[in-house]
C-alpha cells in the first residue's frame, strides 16, 4: 500500500498564474481533505471532498477550489496566485475516523 | 475565536526521560482529538486518538490524556528516543460524532527535541 500520495513535490510559480495539485489516496478511503501548512505553523483546513463533491470548506477564497474524482483521487487548484499562497498543501484522506496525510507539495510563489 | 493552542512552543529532553507535550482547546462541543508527529519535509503522521467521552488511552509508549474540565490534551511520551524529535500538533475534529465528516483545527505545534 502507497499510502497518500502527492505531485509535485516541490512547484515554483509566479505571481497571476494558476496551480493544479494532485493527490491519490490511500487504498479504500473515500474521503480527501486538503490544508494549507505555512511555514512555523500549523496546517489550516481548505476543504473535503465526499463522494466527489465539496462536503466542508474551511476560511479560504474562491480562488481555492477543488475537484474529487470516481477513483477518489483529488486535485487542488489555486487562481491568481498572491505571495502569501506559498506553503506546503497536505493533503490527507480518510474511510472513518484517521486521517492519513500525505508528504505535501511546496509551492512558492514568486 | 475557536482554537486549539500549545502551551510550549519547544521542548528539550535526554533520551531515556518521559516527555510530556501540553494542548489547550477552547471549544468545549469538540469531541475528538489527535495527535500528530511532524517530521521536517514529511506530512502529519497519527500518533494516537481520543473520544471526548474518555480521559485517558495508551498506545505503544505514548498515552493521551483529556481533561474536559479545563479543556486541556496532553502527550505523553515513554522512554524518549532520538528518533522522536520532531514536531508535535494536537487537532480538533469538529465533524458529527468525532467522524471524518469535518475539518481538523490543529494547533501551532510544540519541536521536541531529544538529546542522546
Known amino acids: 500500500d502507497a499510502g497518500v500520495t502527492q505531485s509535485p513535490t516541490h512547484l515554483i510559480k509566479t505571481r497571476g498564474q494558476q496551480v493544479t495539485l494532485r493527490c491519490s489516496p490511500k487504498?479504500?478511503?473515500?474521503?480527501v481533505s486538503w490544508y494549507q501548512q505555512a511555514l512555523g505553523q500549523g496546517p489550516q483546513f481548505i476543504f473535503q471532498y465526499y463522494e466527489e463533491e465539496e462536503r466542508q470548506r474551511g476560511n479560504f477564497p474562491d480562488r481555492f477550489s477543488g475537484h474529487q474524482f470516481p477513483n477518489y483521487s483529488s486535485e487542488l487548484n489555486v487562481n491568481a496566485l498572491l505571495l502569501g499562497d506559498s506553503a506546503l498543501y497536505l493533503c490527507a484522506s480518510s474511510f472513518s475516523n484517521e486521517q492519513f496525510f500525505g508528504p505535501g507539495t511546496r509551492l512558492t510563489v514568486l | 475565536g475557536e482554537s486549539v493552542g500549545l502551551h510550549l512552543p519547544t521542548l528539550s529532553v535526554q533520551e531515556g526521560d518521559n516527555s510530556i507535550i501540553n494542548c489547550a482547546y477552547s471549544n468545549s462541543a469538540s469531541d475528538y482529538f489527535i495527535w500528530y508527529k511532524q517530521e521536517s519535509g514529511k506530512g502529519p503522521q497519527f500518533i494516537i486518538d481520543?473520544?471526548?467521552?474518555?480521559d485517558k488511552r495508551q498506545g505503544q509508549r505514548v498515552t493521551v490524556l483529556l481533561n474536559k474540565t479545563v479543556k486541556h490534551l496532553s502527550l505523553q511520551i515513554a522512554a524518549t528516543q532520538p528518533g522522536d524529535s520532531a514536531v508535535y500538533f494536537c487537532?480538533?475534529?469538529?465533524?458529527?460524532?468525532?467522524?471524518?465528516?469535518?475539518?481538523?483545527?490543529f494547533g501551532q505545534g510544540t519541536i521536541l527535541t531529544v538529546h542522546p
Open positions: 481520543i473520544r471526548s467521552n474518555m
Open positions: 487504498s479504500g478511503h473515500d474521503t
Open positions: 487537532a480538533e475534529n469538529r465533524g458529527a460524532g468525532g467522524t471524518s465528516y469535518g475539518k481538523l483545527t
